[in-house]
């Protein structure tokens, strides 16, 4: 699975964004889609992913700003970032290939991951 992520750039706080992420290649295997990020310095984390199923997941610290959704016709996963926060710049991942059975939450359980695209948030 090669995962293809755009949609990055520079807002300023209080700013939208869409993140959008297409997978190719052994797409039956991209049934889950998530988003991580990664600030300097900090570790990589979850922020929101959603399941074959439509369910979806948010980090506490986003969740009623931003919305994961997915077109499965397209292979792809869009984020949807609304009243962005300067601790919200960072890398975005996407990621994919997680079993049925791992945690959404948990990078490691991820084997396919796109190259990051760079949200920056001016105060």
């Known amino acids: 699975v090669q995962l293809q992520a755009s949609g990055g750039g520079l807002v300023q706080a209080g700013g939208s964004l869409r993140l959008t992420c297409t997978a190719s290649?052994?797409?039956?295997?991209?049934?889950?889609m998530s988003w991580f990020r990664q600030a300097p310095g900090k570790d990589r984390e979850f922020v929101a992913g959603i399941r074959r199923s439509g369910t979806d997941y948010y980090a506490e610290a986003v969740r009623g700003r931003f919305t994961v959704s997915k077109d499965y016709a397209k292979n792809t996963v869009y984020l949807r970032m609304n009243n962005l926060k300067p601790e919200d710049a960072a890398t975005y991942y996407c990621?994919?290939?997680?079993?049925?059975?791992?945690?959404?939450?948990?990078?490691?359980?991820?084997?396919?991951w796109g190259q990051g695209t760079l949200v920056t948030v001016s105060s």
């Open positions: 990621a994919s290939g997680l079993s049925y059975t791992d945690s959404i939450y948990s990078a490691p359980h991820y084997p396919y």
């Open positions: 290649g052994r797409t039956e295997r991209a049934h889950t």
